[in-house]
């Protein structure tokens, strides 16, 4: 559903001259509705939005509780980022706990120092439970709402007349793949090969900012640097690789 966008090079509606536009991931693809088309909106329902300062804002409810959120189609990363200072301090049994950076989105910069992985989070948009994943953070310059969870249905955007309007269409089935924790991510952002963030499981081998400058004895360099990010964040579990820092 996901290349429904990526096949469009949609990177996001920020600054987008919104018209009509239909973004259809159960036949996976988007297009602009024509003025001379009437929009048949009988299988969608009208969801509570606004168009601000060149973004689009939507209003899912998660746990029950009503969030303000970006509708950011260029974070595939996360479903859910959302500010939330009590649930990272206090994490549920079954949340994932990490330390470090989770990255960069519409919404701004992300905390630097913890944030919870939640897998089996509560989605309700158009009056359908739907299951999700969240990343809460202690900090972050807007709530944000991902292509993991706008893929979860059907949209229908208009703002013909200055008048935004929006539609969703849930889909009666979704794919949920299962979640592996990594114990580490890594970043390539300065030039150098660096632990971004890191599981906090009791097994941290690794801290968060250090430098990996070889991996199996081979030292990182300009010409393989994207083999290895590629490499160590495909694989989970680094116990196979033998891993030097500075």
């Known amino acids: 559903r996901e290349e429904a966008l990526s096949a469009h090079n949609i990177i996001g509606f920020q600054g987008l001259n919104l018209v009509r536009y239909m973004i259809d991931f159960t036949d996976n693809q988007m297009y602009e509705i024509p003025d001379s088309l009437s929009i048949d909106t009988t299988e969608f329902i009208p969801i509570k939005c606004k168009y601000y300062r060149n973004v689009l804002w939507v209003y899912p409810r998660i746990n029950g509780m009503e969030y303000e959120c970006i509708f950011d189609t260029g974070n595939g990363a996360a479903a859910f980022l959302l500010q939330d200072e009590q649930r990272v301090d206090n994490p549920g049994e079954k949340d994932y706990v990490f330390e470090g950076s989770f990255g960069q989105a519409i919404g701004g910069h992300t905390d630097k120092r913890t944030f919870v992985y939640a897998n ?89 900012g250090d430098q990996i400058i070889s991996v199996n004895g081979e030292k990182i360099t300009e010409e393989n640097i994207c083999h290895y990010y590629e490499l160590l964040t495909e694989n989970k579990d680094w116990s196979g690789f033998e891993i030097e820092v500075k």
């Not at 893929?151 to 009666?172: E, F, Q, V």
């Not at 390539?188 to 009791?202: H, M």
């Open 120 to 208: 089996h989070e509560n989605l309700s948009l158009v009056g359908v439970d739907k299951d999700t994943e969240v990343l809460y953070v202690k900090s972050v310059s807007n709530n944000n709402m991902g292509l993991k969870a706008i893929s979860k249905y059907d949209w229908i955007i208009s703002s013909m007349g200055g008048n935004l309007k929006m539609y969703a269409r849930p889909h009666t089935t979704d794919v949920v793949k299962p979640f592996e924790a990594p114990a580490y991510r890594v970043s390539t952002a300065d030039g150098t090969l660096k632990i971004l963030n890191r599981l906090i499981d009791g097994n941290e081998k690794y801290k968060v």
